[in-house]
């Protein structure tokens, strides 16, 4: 079994800054593209930000500039720090990451449980 475990959320007053972060446990080889997603209420579930293995990045355009993902393999975990937190911000994050699971290369999504972010006064 493999398995996210997410931290960090919170309520933050808009303008402030939150570090998301999110580790990956069990039996795996290695991890390829993780990435960060989000769901406000009533809206559908959205890309943040990605990483891939070699450090690619790509971000959502609502974010960028204010939103930088990160990754440590050594500790299997990713990171998403944000900035200037916006009101639109407040979701449901959620951490995504393709994990290896045989020694061929076969690889499993998981997804973890998900953290609140609130952005509000």
């Known amino acids: 079994q493999v398995h996210l475990g997410e931290s960090g959320g919170g309520l933050v007053q808009p303008g402030g800054s939150l570090r998301l972060s999110c580790a990956a446990s069990?039996?795996?080889?290695?991890?390829?593209?993780m990435g960060w997603y989000r769901q406000a209420p009533g809206k559908q579930r959205e890309l943040v930000a990605s990483i891939t293995r070699g450090g690619n990045t790509k971000y959502a355009d609502s974010v960028k500039g204010r939103c930088t993902i990160s990754r440590d393999d050594a500790k299997n975990s990713v990171y998403l720090q944000m900035n200037s937190l916006k009101a639109e911000d407040t979701a449901v994050y959620y951490c995504?990451?393709?994990?290896?699971?045989?020694?061929?290369?076969?690889?499993?999504?998981?997804w973890g449980q998900g953290t609140l972010v609130t952005a509000s006064s």
């Open positions: 069990g039996s795996f080889f290695s991890i390829n593209r």
């Open positions: 995504n990451a393709a994990l290896v699971v045989t020694s061929a290369g076969r690889w499993v999504e998981v």
